[in-house]
């Protein structure tokens, strides 16, 4: 049994990561149900009456995040993920972790739970692998290294539609979808930085997008951490989006670069109307607003609406970087910027082994529990908020990330 615990509502998210192992699953003849926790009001008794009707042998709970991430009005859901797992466990399943959250500290979440088995990273092959080392008692790691188990290319990826999307759209979710596993970006604070990048076959992508317009849907969310890690695999893509449904709607993620003209022209002609560029503001240097304006002169010749999301205040930066960044983004095509400076400290991260090893930087560790293996939320902050409040002024494209309960997409009108 499958179960997502994500009862996160600003949006509801649709569990892709447990569409794409209930594909794998289904390719293997391996009977399974999936069992929804998203829009439960009492998600004990939901999982206890599904242990009863289903009777399991192998439950496994996709973690898709840890907490809220931001600081302000942060939510940390692993003592839910704990009592879960306590009821899976008690009822006589083997209990096994993973997800995007699972993955970013799979050794204290494991213990933290008392969950049996874990998988760190993408889990359709290396789920399967479990399993059947489970049913022939041959032995397997407590945790299992899901890139270490994928193809060096996904050629054809399964997926399995196993949730009711009309609750998600009805309350502003969108369907989702992705083209790469992985990232090759090398940001301190980000849990997904220098993570091996698996690209999907275009396409296979294709074909997926195609299902779901076949099935009515007409808007769609890339998942990828950001969709420009190859030019050539980004315009593969968007090319076989428009030979195999024509153009769809699609919102993406971006960093600064790479890019040129050629990928935003297949990127408009392939439907995307939206995306968020993440920035930062350790360089300020001319030739890197440079490259950020014709980045934007593109959007803008290309009519896409553009989010950013802004991260400052790092580790030994000034807040005279903030104000240059600010200053030039005020007079850009831009119709909104969420800046950041509150972030939460990951086991693994360049962020965290700074912390761990300038002393000097610990004075600016704001933390929610006396823990101090950084399980529960831990952030750092050295810019005054009141001070960047000031920075940003009655400018109204800008805000302080944290306080409105909003995604880019709701926030840019889809």
């Known amino acids: 049994m499958l179960i997502n615990p994500n009862r996160y509502h600003f949006p509801p998210v649709i569990p892709v990561g447990i569409e794409y192992i209930s594909g794998s699953l289904a390719a293997q003849g391996i009977e399974f149900s999936v069992l929804d926790l998203c829009f439960s009001n009492h998600p004990d008794d939901d999982i206890l009456n599904a242990l009863k009707s289903y009777h399991p042998d192998i439950a496994g709970i996709s973690i898709r995040q840890t907490d809220t991430v931001l600081y302000h009005q942060n939510e940390f859901f692993l003592p839910e993920i704990q009592k879960y797992t306590g009821i899976c466990k008690s009822y006589g399943c083997i209990c096994v972790l993973g997800g995007s959250g699972f993955s970013i500290m799979p050794e204290e979440i494991l213990k933290y739970t008392g969950a049996d088995y874990g998988i760190c990273g993408p889990g359709e092959y290396s789920f399967i692998k479990l399993i059947h080392s489970i049913e022939n008692g041959t032995g397997s790691p407590i945790i299992l290294d899901g890139y270490a188990d994928f193809p060096e290319t996904i050629r054809d990826h399964k997926r399995e539609i196993v949730v009711d999307y009309s609750s998600y759209l009805k309350n502003e979710g969108i369907v989702g979808f992705r083209t790469q596993i992985g990232c090759d970006g090398k940001c301190i604070f980000c849990t997904e930085a220098e993570k091996k990048v698996i690209f999907h076959d275009p396409g296979a992508v294709g074909n997926e997008i195609a299902l779901f317009k076949g099935l009515g849907y007409d808007n769609f969310h890339l ?29 993406l993620y971006m960093k600064p670069e790479p890019f040129n003209e050629d990928l935003f022209r297949w990127l408009h002609q392939s439907g995307a109307d939206m995306l968020t560029l993440s920035m930062d503001t350790r360089d300020t240097s001319g030739h890197y607003l440079s490259m950020i304006g014709d980045f934007l002169s593109l959007v803008k010749r290309y009519r896409l609406k553009i989010a950013i999301d802004l991260s400052t205040g790092l580790p030994y930066e000034d807040i005279q970087n903030a104000q240059k960044i600010i200053d030039f983004l005020d007079k850009q095509p831009v119709h909104t910027v969420g800046v950041n400076f509150f972030y939460r400290v990951y086991p693994g991260t360049g962020l965290y082994h700074m912390i761990r090893h300038h002393a000097d930087l610990q004075r600016f560790l704001l933390k929610s529990s006396a823990d101090d293996d950084f399980l529960f939320p831990v952030f750092f902050n050295c810019f005054d908020i009141s001070r960047m409040k000031k920075l940003i002024g009655n400018r109204k494209k800008f805000r302080i990330e944290g306080f409105e309960m909003a995604t880019n997409y709701q926030r840019l009108g889809r």
Do not use: M, Q, Y
């Not at 969709?227 to 090319?239: D, G």
């Open 223 to 251: 998942c990828d951490s950001e969709f420009n890690l190859s030019i050539e695999h980004s315009i593969e893509v968007c090319k076989a989006i428009i030979s195999t449904t024509g153009p769809v709607r699609w919102t």
